[in-house]
């Protein structure tokens, strides 16, 4: 049974930066897909980013583009997510998710999940 612990989120104004860290719990291995989706209210569950943890491909949404950047550290267990230029539609649950393939993304479909970390930005 993987656990995910989501941190990081916070409020920023349009323009600013956060850092999501995803503690995982036991041993992540290589083979595994971790990635960040996100949920406002009304909407649904929506893929942003996605990457094999043990290195290699990465898989981003295409409105997180350029913006975005989902990185690992295989020593201390946790997957990152850079989010820069952030602007209000950004303004989600942000939740942190495995699987044992990337095979299911972008869709929501992924057989591990964290409690999420709410990100709002102020215009």
């Known amino acids: 049974q993987v656990q995910l612990v989501e941190s990081g989120g916070g409020s920023v104004q349009a323009g600013g930066s956060l850092r999501l860290s995803c503690a995982a719990s036991?041993?992540?291995?290589?083979?595994?897909?971790m990635a960040w989706f996100r949920q406002a209210p009304g909407k649904e569950r929506e893929g942003v980013a996605a990457?094999?943890?043990?290195?290699?491909?990465?898989y981003y949404a295409d409105s997180v583009k350029g913006r975005f950047t989902i990185s690992q550290d295989n020593a201390k267990n946790t997957l990152y997510l850079q989010m820069n230029s952030l602007k209000p539609e950004d303004s989600a649950m942000y939740y942190c998710?495995?699987?044992?393939?990337?095979?299911?993304?972008?869709?929501?479909?992924?057989?591990?999940w964290g409690q999420g970390t709410q990100v709002t930005v102020s215009s």
């Open positions: 998710a495995a699987d044992y393939s990337c095979g299911s993304w972008p869709r929501a479909g992924f057989r591990y």
């Open positions: 990457i094999r943890f043990g290195g290699g491909s990465t």
């Open positions: 036991p041993f992540i291995d290589s083979h595994y897909c």
